[in-house]
């Protein structure tokens, strides 16, 4: 009985089923933010003790007050959820049994180890986050935010380096590419998102900053379920072979 329950257990997390991660993860996200969000309009929009925006208050503002077991959950869901994300779409890249390209450079399998870590990292700050809100463990819980948010910045830079040749290089993978570019599109728009957040939250224009931290936040959870691109396995999966007279040269 046990044997039966391990083999149903690891051909459930087999390399066909590690597309749920990333779909788990994204979908845990956008329905935490939501579930908050919906229910400080339901209220009449309140403004809480200690809340620094006066218009629109952080997520972390709502959490601590109204459904934070809520919030706990959905950081744990989300924190595992992404971890086992950030393993995945490594792991496909060099598995034998999906894209299989084995031959990289040595710099790309230590970039991916780094992704992993800071992966981790991020996972475990984001839901010790959830624990210590920032009503009454204000220092600790924006220690657990620079953490949550330095991993996920590293993970999503790594990550993106690993795969740049699948955007620039020669097509290989059918569909590949395509989610390659909008992931990598996701990501600079965070990017830019969390640049002009911070700009605008220290230069004291609160109500922009609230407004941008939830979009940057609706935003990760797009960016997480975008990487079931890269994990969803196709049956008679095959790779693009170019023609041998389109690798000759234009110019002799």
């Known amino acids: 009985m046990t044997r039966i329950w391990y083999r149903a257990f ?48 952080f997520i972390s503002d709502i959490a601590a007050h109204q459904f934070k077991p809520v919030f706990i959950v959905g950081c744990a869901a989300t924190g595992i959820a992404f971890f ?47 624990i210590f809100d920032t009503d009454d463990a204000h220092v600790r819980h924006r220690h657990l935010l620079m953490g949550t948010f330095g991993g996920l910045f590293v993970s999503a830079v790594t990550t993106t380096a690993v795969w740049w040749d699948q955007i620039w290089g020669p097509a290989v993978f059918v569909g590949l590419r395509k989610w390659c570019i909008f992931n990598t599109f996701l990501v600079l728009c965070q990017f830019g998102c969390g640049l002009a957040f911070v700009i605008l939250m220290y230069g004291d224009h609160f109500k922009s900053s609230g407004i941008l931290e939830w979009c940057l936040t609706y935003l990760g959870s797009f960016w997480l379920a975008s990487f079931v691109g890269y994990t969803m396995f196709r049956e008679g999966y095959e790779p693009i072979i170019e023609r041998e007279d389109e690798r000759q040269p234009l110019l002799p």
């Open 10 to 57: 690891q051909d459930f997390f087999s390399v066909r089923r590690l597309w749920l991660f990333p779909l788990l993860a994204g979908f845990c996200w956008f329905l935490t933010l939501t579930i908050l969000l919906v229910r400080w309009l339901a209220v009449g929009r309140p403004q809480y003790p200690k809340q620094m925006n006066p218009y629109v208050p």
């Open 84 to 130: 086992g994300t950030v393993f995945s779409v490594h792991h496909v890249r060099y598995s034998p049994k999906f894209y299989g390209l084995t031959d990289d450079l040595p710099w790309r399998q230590t970039t991916s180890l780094l992704a992993l870590v800071a992966g981790l990292t991020a996972a475990v700050s984001l839901i010790f986050l959830s």
